[in-house]
């Protein structure tokens, strides 16, 4: 639709009747202040009524919401009312395939004793999930989570090269060889979890060497601290503490897993979800308690979330990935 520019000048009230444009402009006086791409508007926190803010946080922190369609946005020093803006881009569903010893598995809130085996052929799952319309995967090398390097690059290197699609690899990723071979094997993204707690410095490296687009930091959760080593330990890094320090470094992708609705069939942690949101303003893919079409569909009333990662509701049947996408 190309380039749809508003000026945003002081007090001045801009009604916006299209829902889709690429950008915007900030102005004042004559001089362009800033250009703010309409991805950078996301949702806020205020519980029931819509509140936005901008990614560039030198130009604005919160939007605090007036009423069912109005905000107040801080721009620079001074205050410009804008209509709310409906968020339009799908939210892309992940199905995950969970490996441990090369087999297909699932695990109830991550512990290895309440794991369920369901074949030991991985690529045929990757094949099956996109053929019913899956358009990217979501990998956890479980021995890498527990034993802190990979364990299942051979069966990864073969899904990879079965599908025609984008796979997002976690588990492991705790050295910048393991990140390398990784990439080699053919995936599109790494997750780095317990390293990213433990060393912000080797994050920004990763970053600064393979871009924040390929590098995603999972935060898994458990009551708002942070959870490492295959969730074996916890942390006392605090969940949004985490996410403002890696998105300060260029991470682009937070995965964010609520351990206790996990393989549970309970539904995601939307006000989590929600607080996540008003902190880390680039892609949010939800994971964790994803059972049925409404989930979903909550997910997507949130608005601005990236993605939904589901899990053990397809290998159990409780729901199709067709119902999901529908």
Aim: proline share 4%; with cysteine.
């Amino acid at each position: 639709m190309g380039n749809r520019k508003v000026e945003l000048k002081k007090d001045c009230h801009i009604f916006l009747n299209m829902h889709y444009f690429a950008s915007f402009q900030i102005r004042e006086d004559s001089s362009m202040v800033e250009q703010v791409p309409f991805k950078h508007l996301v949702p806020g926190s205020s519980p029931g009524l819509p509140s936005f803010c901008f990614a560039k946080t030198s130009v604005a922190k919160r939007l605090h919401s007036l009423g069912s369609n109005a905000v107040w946005i801080p721009v620079i020093s001074r205050l410009t009312f804008v209509r709310r803006i409906p968020h339009f881009e799908p939210m892309l569903i992940y199905p995950a395939i969970d490996l441990l010893a090369g087999k297909v598995v699932r695990l109830e809130q991550g512990k290895k004793e309440a794991c369920t085996v369901y074949s030991s052929d991985p690529v045929a799952f990757a094949k099956q999930w996109k053929a019913e319309g899956a358009q990217i995967l979501h990998v956890v090398d479980l021995d890498g989570a527990f034993e802190g390097k990979p364990g299942n690059l051979d069966s990864i290197r073969s899904i990879v090269q079965s599908i025609q699609i984008p796979v997002q690899l976690g588990g492991g990723m705790r050295t910048e060889e393991n990140v390398e071979n990784a990439f080699k094997a053919g995936v599109s993204r790494v997750v780095i979890g317990t390293r990213a707690v433990e060393s912000l410095e080797f994050l920004a490296a990763l970053v600064k060497r393979w871009g924040g687009e390929k590098i995603a930091v999972g935060i898994d959760a458990k009551e708002g601290k942070v959870a490492v080593k295959g969730w074996t330990e916890a942390s006392t890094v605090d969940v949004l503490d985490l996410a403002q320090k890696v998105q300060d470094l260029g991470v682009k992708t937070v995965i964010y897993t609520d351990i206790a609705t996990d393989g549970m069939f309970t539904g995601p942690n939307y006000p989590a979800l929600q607080k996540l949101q008003s902190v880390f303003v680039h892609d949010i893919i939800a994971s964790g308690g994803v059972a049925t079409v409404d989930h979903i569909r909550k997910l997507r009333q949130m608005g601005n979330l990236h993605g939904a990662i589901v899990g053990k509701a397809l290998y159990d049947k409780k729901v199709s990935l067709a119902e999901i996408l529908a």
